[in-house]
């Protein structure tokens, strides 16, 4: 694994204990890799969300706020660890959440005839799943602040939650502070 880079791990590659399918998709920040669970006679897929860059500490909050959340229109996190490689055999932080099949919200929106009603549920679905983010900052936690919609298409369709976005620390901080009001003159 010494020369693997984070961005193109080949199909097979195991970071114990799930084995890499093949890439779904990468961003600024992470790579994104259909994988299942070894050892398994009938494995789900799973969605298997790498760093690119070496300890990445959003992969800790990204994992921390997932943890907390139990809502169907978010993602369960099933799991989370650490990849050793690329040249200097650097540490990569993952996230392992549970695989959403669906199609991006711009191709469904392309593809699908819909009413405005039906557009209304789904933005409020989308309401209701960040409402859900929202309760762990209530707590201290300050961690994803927004997140891309997918919707899935079943009898009725439903929005997930995906590529949380996960400002620094200091950021997410500042974001939260009340503002000071000065004194009209």
Known sequence: MDHLSPEALPADTVLAPWKVDGR???GTYGAVYRAHRTGRPFPKPVALKLARYPDDSRFDREAELLSRIRHPCVPRLLGRGVWKGGPRADAHP??????????RLYKWA???PFTSRQVLRLLAQVARALEATQAPRRCGFTGA???????????????????WGSPPTGCARASTRPRRRTPPS
């Open 24 to 26: 779904a998709g990468y």
């Open 110 to 112: 392309e593809v699908q």
């Open 145 to 163: 602040t927004a997140a891309r919609p997918i919707p899935i298409t079943r009898p009725r369709p439903r929005m997930t939650c995906m590529r």
């Open 94 to 103: 993952y996230v392992v959440m549970q695989w959403v099949e669906g199609l």
